[in-house]
């Protein structure tokens, strides 16, 4: 089975990844061979076999509540923001039309 | 007098004990090979020479007044620069986060900064942890220490290099296929990969979340074990953290009753002569030290490339689909949303990222996730079966570290696949979860390039592991 260019393209547009005319070409040879590799696993049976997770021996799910933060962290939080207006994180307009 | 930075952990925690040695002057001869060595090998990203020299003088007044805060008091440490220190930039190696600077501590850097360790720098890595040889790093690569025409393995190489260069007197790193072991192998250093779920992955930039683990690299297996013990336990803020009995070293003067199982599977073509013979010699020197060594079969175990190539991958495109350039990291100004977000990723991430993000996704999208990603946990599951028969039989098993030895700069970054084989003997530990550790065991005789011993236990049997490994290494001196 060999992946086209058109696949890498859409790839691309899923994963957010602007890719040059080369990146795409050569995507596609490295996928083929890493694919084609992995093909292996499509030869062993894993009719009784189900997907287990490690064995963690953790006590799961926490409850989903706010952790108070201190002044500290949050100023560092902040200074990491691409833009910033005071204390507010300033992003690109949502509903701007996209050329895609 | 030896200088104070080739002392190993065990060595340095003595002298700084009986008062023989301050830890300013400690540091200082880490912080004076570091920065000689340095811009050669480019180990470390970032050096904080101060911080590190004001951190060691007040270790030493702790020390005077009897106020000591553990093993760790006073004792330099290298961090891969995907572990979390608050207030310093940590780049997981990559452009996307050149500028980021951690909110707050990974738990493991709470717990070495509470046990008085002094955090000397960064090391370089591979970016987010992908790459098996350093060169993926976007701050240049590190050289090899004997040789800087050479890899010094990866991704943890930074680290490796570190301590097997005497910058520091140990260091971490992370290990989601085999990027502790594998360039401890290529350095002569030891490597440890604890079981999943032993240390707490929080603040821990994430690669692939069911495989990465945190874990000492260092001079003996001593100072692996005081290392895993200060950073190991549950942690609320990772809960694939395990409530189990903990670690608690307990060593072997022999080997009598110790069983190791050599996978048949394992010792096939592919392994360079030199590796092959070094770890055959260290296979008598464990005989003699009362091991009996058996031949088993591990079935499925040589899928688990296959299927670390799959289940990585879409973990990866995953975990990074959060760094697009919005609420912190890399972000391409002034253009509509989606490009913004395309334009960043494109600009912020390295080639090798690239090509597991897009491999992810491939494999998780409709139509190909049955035939990937199911298949892949379903061969999974039979690998960890594999792997629990075989500790029926058998204590540990024992295979290389790696195939090869240290390879050349860019003898490998043209074809993915070449490289990935290097992972071929690590990678079956971490898609089981289990613990596993590196040892030095001589030099090839074709080039005379350190060559790893690799040895695995059963989940949670680290005391065992460390024990065998450590006996090894005490004979083999």
């Keep these: 089975m060999s992946i086209t260019c058109e696949e890498v393209q859409k790839l691309a547009e899923l994963a957010r990844l602007e890719l040059t005319e080369e990146e795409i070409k050569k995507t596609e040879t490295d996928l083929d061979a890493i694919l084609g590799y992995v093909q292996r696993l499509a030869q062993i049976d894993t009719t009784d076999s189900k997907p287990t997770a490690a064995e963690a021996m953790s006590e799961g799910w926490r409850e989903d509540e706010a952790i108070p933060c201190d002044d500290r962290t949050r100023e560092l939080i902040y200074s990491n923001f691409p833009a910033r207006k005071g204390n507010l994180l300033h992003t690109p307009g949502v509903f701007s039309a996209p050329k895609k | ?477």
């Design chain 2, 1 to 477: 007098m030896q200088p104070l930075n080739e002392l190993s952990l065990t060595e340095a925690r003595a002298a700084l004990d009986n008062g023989t040695i301050t830890s300013e002057q400690l540091t200082k001869d880490c912080v004076t090979k570091a920065k000689g060595l340095n811009g050669s090998l480019n180990a470390l990203i970032e050096l904080y020479e101060t911080e590190a020299l004001t951190q060691a003088r007040d270790a030493d007044e702790r020390r005077k007044q009897g106020n000591s805060a553990g093993v760790l008091d006073g004792i330099p440490l290298v961090l891969k620069d995907n572990i979390l220190n608050q207030g310093h930039v940590v780049s997981a190696g990559s452009k996307m986060l050149a500028n980021h600077i951690s909110a707050s501590d990974a738990t493991v850097t709470h717990k070495l900064k509470n046990q008085g360790a002094i955090i000397l720098g960064r090391a370089n890595m591979d970016e987010f942890a992908m790459g098996s040889s350093n060169e993926r790093s976007a701050y240049g690569p590190t050289r090899h220490p004997r040789d800087p025409e050479r890899v010094p393995g990866g991704s943890s190489g930074g680290s490796a290099v570190a301590v097997a260069a005497d910058f520091t007197i140990a260091a971490l790193g992370s290990d989601t296929g085999g990027s502790i072991r594998q360039p401890a192998a290529f350095c002569g250093i030891v490597g440890f990969k604890p079981t999943f779920g032993r240390v707490s992955r929080s603040g821990l930039i994430a690669m692939a979340s069911s495989l990465d683990q945190i874990g000492p690299m260092t001079k003996t297996v001593k100072d692996a074990a005081i290392l895993f013990d200060a950073i190991q336990g549950p942690d609320v803020l990772d809960q694939t953290t395990a409530k189990t009995t903990p670690f608690i070293a307990a060593w072997k003067k022999d080997l009598k009753g110790v069983r190791i199982g050599l996978p048949r599977q394992a010792w096939g073509e592919g392994m360079q002569p030199g590796v092959r013979t070094r770890v055959t010699e260290a296979i008598d020197v464990l005989k003699n030290l009362g091991a009996e060594i058996i031949e088993i079969d591990l079935p499925y175990v040589e899928e688990a490339l296959a299927v670390y190539y799959v289940l990585m991958p879409c973990e990866v495109s995953a975990n990074l689909s959060r760094l697009d350039g919005m609420r912190y990291g890399l972000r391409l100004e002034n253009l509509p949303l989606f490009e913004t977000y395309a334009q960043s990723r494109a600009a912020g991430f390295g080639p090798e990222v690239k090509r597991r993000i897009l491999l992810g996704t491939y494999a998780l999208s409709r139509g190909y996730y049955e035939a990937y990603y199911l298949q892949a946990k379903k061969v999974q599951t039979l690998i960890r079966k594999a792997y629990v028969k075989a500790f029926e039989t058998v204590d540990v098993l024992l295979t290389p570290t790696a195939p090869t030895t240290a390879f050349k700069i860019g003898e490998k970054t043209a074809d993915p696949l070449t490289m990935y084989l290097e992972d071929i003997f690590t990678v079956g530990v971490n898609v089981a979860g289990l613990p596993a550790i590196s040892v030095p065991c001589g030099n090839s005789p074709d080039n005379g390039l350190p060559v790893g011993l690799h040895l695995t236990a059963r989940a949670f049997d680290e005391a065992n592991l460390l024990a065998i490994a450590d006996c090894y290494e005490m004979a083999s001196k």
